[in-house]
């Protein structure tokens, strides 16, 4: 799927130097689950931001799906993006003046899909993830598990070949948080390449694999045994 | 607590660079705008208030009703209503006074030039008050060899006020006579309808051969000013007005249409103060141009409408700011500040930043006041020892100050500390946000409004003066004076020589110009018809000439011909009492069809009489009818006209030409001063005079769209300034939307939509309002656009709003548009 070769990250400003990411080298093939650990500051989120091309690294090469885009513009990796990558974040980050139908929608607003295909498939994947009730809801209106349920929603409805979470669990507690992963890991059942920044050893153990990141250098690597 | 106050709110204006310079730079116009407005406004208001007997000194109208014809409004009286009134209501009137400016010819040594001066009654001397210097206006308007000068006058030709004895030969008519000062008073100040330099007393013994000047009721010349004695009400003597015409004017009954004066004659009194902006005559009837109270009110009007932008700006990125600040009043809360004391720290500092406003503003007035007073024609200044100034400003700013602190003030002390400083996010309330919509909405409605009303006051005037007239007005020079003595004599010779310049085609002696201020009427009868049928037709008398120069069209019969002598009019001297003369006539098209022919053709040969003089009449044939000419003013309808062919005098000399102007008139002037050079050469442009019955629209039109300008520069900083706060505050949702694969592209349409809304809205609001006022704007002048002209300018000027709001909206959007979403979405 992706291939980080002597990927590097360095942030500059006119006083200070920092290093988020040192040539760090990383495969994950198709359909893998892949949880990324590490304390805070460790570069797990410059990581995943440039996994999914919302950053650009400094150095080094990312092969995605056979193509180099480290030094793609802007326009060209959107539109990757798009086509490929979904977003889980910590924060849920739905927008507060939408309903949860129409934050769902949006995934699918810059495809150039129809009105009623889109519509379609929102409902098809608010079944899906068990929302369908709170359609016409605002965000506010909803428990925080509720919401971060839309944004898996969001993340797949565009049938996303990789979705990428950033803590999803971070801010549900502990109930809603296995809800939360138990979807991921049906999602990965089905073929979804999931990779997953997280805190917490319990959540990553749903992942096939774990990378641990410490001051931007990957330590360990452990691979588990197929659940 | 006090400094700790003022300390935050100058750290936030500096903190917030943007918004304090939208918020002062707006305001400042803004004010700036409004304190110019109001100076003008204020001197409007002022005129001839300052009189000692300003509530009592009126001024007697004339209006004359003929059958069939519009009331013809004269702001003059005839010369023997000052007796015949100050007779009538003896009991209720201290004085009557006549004014009669005359164009004279002013001799000091060898230097002569035509000045204004202004014949009067001795009564003027107690009805106004003069700041005399020397001498006594008594003496001076007493006797008929004497002039009272103002200071202008005596420091121009004598180099002093000390000029009491010194003599100046004037000419007017068959005067020619040596004048000496016995009086120099003060010059009147500029807010006065009155135009005075220098006054000498009518003896209407001077005018025998001019009796119309002061001896004819049907003539109206003068100004007739009167004192009204206490406790009397004008309206006593308006209503008795009728009653005193009857009294004053004998009728034959059999001899006419009427029985009665009042039956054709009206006359009305309109008090001093309200000349100035309730001016009831024709444009250029009043002794210098007056204002309007429609000016005033428009003005006011737009005063009102900027500084209404400017709050609108205040209050807008004041309630918008606000929102971000949530978390110092929360703390404030947190550490015990009651709400009361809260409004009054936000209303404090929307204050501090109007003051700062004032005094930018104040700057901008000094800077603009003085180019402003010379293209209004007015001598305007901030007079800070005035009390009344010093009031408006303070006040302005503590209106404006509060007004624009008030909102934010009552929202941000509302906030409940713990939902804010737990929340984490804007505070922003659904309600703040829509009154921001709505106020976007009044300034664009506002600016939309303004651009549609200075694209019709342009495109008005630029229809009036370039409406086909009727007759040739290009390339016309007027040489004017051509009746004073000295060159008299010499006209002929003056026109042959002229016609020798290199570049000059054609040239005509007529008396009557286009667009000269001739107002003359004329009675006519068709042939066989009783007296009581007549009709009066307007009069313009031209020469031989005049047709083919001013290229106008024949659509019957024949012009007037050198070569038949018994074509024209019969000259009221040579006809005696009772015996009928002969002449020839031409007609326009309008008064042929007035006095009742089928068609032009049809009054070709027909013959109809016409009065020369009292009890002297001729019989003229119709040999001609020419086309409907707007002879008198664009701003007047149409008339029917006769054109008398008269060859006995000469007022102007018209001169058509090719080319530039300049040489020939240089040549022009070097003959006149060859043949006359004691009498002062003067000329005008037939364009320029048709022009200059439109300066005011000129003017109006210069200021509406200078005003416009502001309005939306102003409107557009406050959009700007809100533009930029909410793409700060929608960042998050910006983020997730480019997350969500949305291109920069997607991001600013996005933004500039939202900003579209309130624009079209605005235009929805404005278009029926604007459209409204403007029809019946045009409605004043009777050549008039089309006033479905105003559906495609109103749509142009949506357009344009539209488009400045992208062009201000877009840049912003495309900055907020481009950033990384993910610094947004992290830092949440």
């Given at each position: 799927m992706l291939k980080l070769h002597n990927l590097s990250k360095v942030y500059r400003t006119d006083e200070v130097e920092t290093v988020?990411?040192?040539?760090v080298n990383i495969e994950i093939e198709s359909g893998e689950f892949v949880a990324i650990m590490g304390p805070s500051g460790c570069g797990k989120s410059t990581l995943l931001n440039i996994v999914g091309m919302l950053d650009s690294s400094s150095s080094g090469d990312y092969v995605f799906m056979g193509e180099?885009?480290?030094?793609?513009p802007e326009s060209k990796l959107s539109n990757i993006r798009k086509q490929n990558i979904g977003f889980i974040f910590q924060s849920f980050?739905?927008?507060?003046?939408?309903t949860v139908e129409e934050n769902i929608e949006l995934a699918l607003?810059?495809?150039?899909?129809p009105a009623n295909v889109r519509r379609e498939r929102v409902a098809k994947v608010m079944d899906k993830v068990g929302i369908a009730h709170r359609?016409?809801?605002?965000?506010?209106?909803?428990?925080g598990g509720q919401q971060q349920r839309v944004a898996v929603a969001r993340a797949v409805v565009g049938d996303q070949a990789m979705i990428l979470a950033?803590?999803?669990?971070?801010?549900?507690?502990s109930a809603h948080g296995q809800e939360v992963m138990e979807m991921l890991q049906a999602l990965n059942a089905e073929g979804t390449t999931i990779v997953m920044v997280t805190h917490s050893p319990a959540h990553a153990d749903y992942a096939r694999r774990t990378i641990n990141l410490f001051d931007g250098h990957v330590v360990t690597e452990n691979l588990r045994a197929a659940v | 607590m006090f400094h700790n106050y003022l300390q935050v709110a100058f750290r936030n204006l500096v903190a917030n660079r943007l918004y304090s310079f939208i918020n002062i730079i707006g305001l400042a116009v803004g004010l700036a705008a409004c304190v110019m407005i109001a100076l003008f406004v204020r001197d409007e208001l002022s005129y001839?208030?300052?009189?000692?007997?300003a509530d009592s000194i009126y001024r007697l109208h004339t209006t004359f009703n003929i059958p069939g014809r519009e009331p013809m409004h004269s702001v003059h009286a005839a010369g023997p209503a000052k007796h015949a009134f100050l007779e009538y209501f003896e009991q209720d009137v201290v004085a009557t006074s006549r004014i009669r400016t005359f164009s004279t010819v002013v001799k000091h040594g060898d230097q002569a030039l035509f000045e204004s001066i202004q014949w009067t009654d001795p009564e003027t001397a107690d009805i106004f008050n003069f700041d005399v210097i020397a001498g006594s206006m008594k003496d001076a308007l007493d006797d008929k060899s004497s002039i009272a000068v103002d200071r202008s006058f005596a420091e121009r030709y004598f180099?002093?006020?000390?000029?009491?004895g010194e003599v100046v030969n004037v000419n007017i008519y068959d005067i020619t006579r040596d004048y000496k000062v016995a009086a120099v008073f003060e010059d009147f100040p500029e807010n006065t309808v009155l135009d005075i330099q220098a006054f000498v007393a009518i003896d209407e013994a001077d005018f025998v051969n001019q009796r119309?000047?002061?001896?004819?009721?049907?003539s109206t010349n003068v100004y007739m000013f009167f004192e009204l004695k206490p406790?009397?009400?004008i309206d006593s003597i308006n209503d008795r007005s009728a009653a005193f015409l009857d009294t004053a004017i004998q009728i034959?009954?059999?001899?006419?249409?009427?029985?009665?004066?009042s039956d054709f004659l009206e006359v009305r009194a309109q008090s001093i103060k309200d000349i100035q902006l309730f001016?009831?005559?024709?444009?250029?009837?009043?002794?210098k141009p007056t204002g309007s109270m429609t000016s005033v009110i428009i003005f006011v009007a737009i005063a009102v409408l900027i500084l209404l932008i400017a709050c609108i700006n205040f209050m807008n990125l004041a309630t918008a700011k606000s929102t971000q600040r949530a978390r110092e009043v929360a703390l404030r809360k947190v550490l015990g500040a009651h709400r009361g004391q809260l409004v009054a720290q936000f209303i404090g500092e929307s204050v501090l930043v109007a003051l700062i406003g004032l005094a930018v503003g104040v700057a901008l007035v000094e800077l603009l006041i003085n180019p402003f007073s010379d293209f209004i024609g007015k001598s305007l200044a901030l007079d800070y020892s005035d009390g009344a100034t010093i009031a408006l400003l303070l006040g302005l700013v503590a209106f404006v100050g509060a007004a624009g602190g008030a909102y934010p003030a009552l929202v941000l002390s509302g906030f409940l500390p713990a939902r804010v400083l737990k929340a984490?996010?804007?505070?922003?309330t659904s309600g703040s946000a829509s009154l921001r919509n709505a106020l976007v909405i009044t300034q664009f409605a506002i600016s939309i409004g303004l651009i549609v009303a200075t694209s019709v006051v342009y495109g008005q005037r630029l229809y009036a003066t370039s409406k086909?007239?009727?007759?040739s007005k290009e390339n016309i020079l007027v040489i004017t004076n051509l009746s004073r003595s000295g060159m008299r004599d010499k006209q002929e010779a003056l026109r042959q020589q002229v016609e020798?310049?290199?570049?000059?085609l054609k040239t005509s002696l007529a008396p009557d110009t286009p667009a000269n201020g001739n107002t003359g009427n004329t009675n006519l009868i068709r042939e066989g018809?009783?007296?009581?049928?007549?009709m009066l037709i307007g009069r313009q008398v031209v020469d031989h000439d005049f047709f083919d120069l001013y290229d106008v069209e024949l659509l019957a019969g024949r012009f007037y011909d050198r070569?038949?002598?018994?074509d024209g009019t019969p000259l009221e001297e040579n006809a005696t009492d009772g015996e009928q003369q002969v002449g020839t006539l031409i007609l326009n098209e309008a008064a042929s069809y007035r006095m009742g022919f089928a068609s032009p053709t049809a009054a070709i040969g027909e013959r109809v009489r016409m009065g020369l003089g009292p009890n002297r009449e001729a019989m003229m044939e119709i040999i001609g009818v020419v086309r409907d000419m707007?002879?008198?003013?664009?701003?007047e309808p149409m008339r029917p006209e006769m054109y008398q062919l008269r060859t006995?005098?000469?007022?102007d000399l018209s001169i058509k030409f090719e080319g530039d102007a300049q040489p020939i008139l240089r040549e022009v002037e070097a003959i006149w001063r060859g043949l006359a050079p004691e009498v002062p050469f003067d000329y005008g442009f037939i364009d320029d005079r048709i022009e200059e019955e439109f300066a005011r629209e000129e003017q109006q039109s210069v200021l509406l769209a200078v005003f416009a300008g502001l309005a939306i520069v102003i409107a557009c900083m406050g959009l700007y300034g809100l533009a930029s706060f909410t793409a700060e505050r929608r960042t998050k949702e910006i983020g997730i939307r480019k997350v969500m694969g949305a291109s920069v592209f997607d991001i600013v349409r996005l933004l500039i939509w939202q900003f579209s809304k309130p624009v079209l809205v605005a235009n929805l609001i404005a278009w029926p309002l604007v459209a409204y006022g403007m029809v019946s704007w045009l409605e004043?002048?009777?050549?008039?656009?089309?006033?479905?002209?105003i559906v495609p300018l109103c749509v142009v000027a949506g357009l344009i709003a539209l488009m400045i709001a992208w062009a201000t909206v877009g840049g912003n959007a495309a900055r907020v548009a481009r950033a990384n979403p993910i610094k947004a979405l992290r830092y949440e």
């Open positions: 988020a990411l040192d040539n180099n885009v480290a030094g793609y980050n739905l927008i507060d003046e939408l607003l810059y495809h150039n899909i359609a016409k809801h605002m965000p506010s209106q909803l428990s950033d803590e999803p669990t971070g801010n549900l507690d | 001839d208030k300052h009189w000692d007997k180099g002093t006020t000390e000029a009491l119309w000047e002061f001896e004819q009721w049907y406790g009397i009400s034959d009954p059999d001899a006419g249409a009427f029985t009665k004066a001016p009831q005559g024709r444009n250029g009837s009043e002794m984490n996010k804007s505070a922003e086909d007239p009727g007759f020798q310049i290199p570049g000059v018809e009783s007296d009581k049928e007549s070569a038949r002598e018994t707007q002879f008198q003013s664009m701003r006995d005098f000469y007022l004043s002048f009777p050549y008039r656009l089309d006033s479905w002209i």
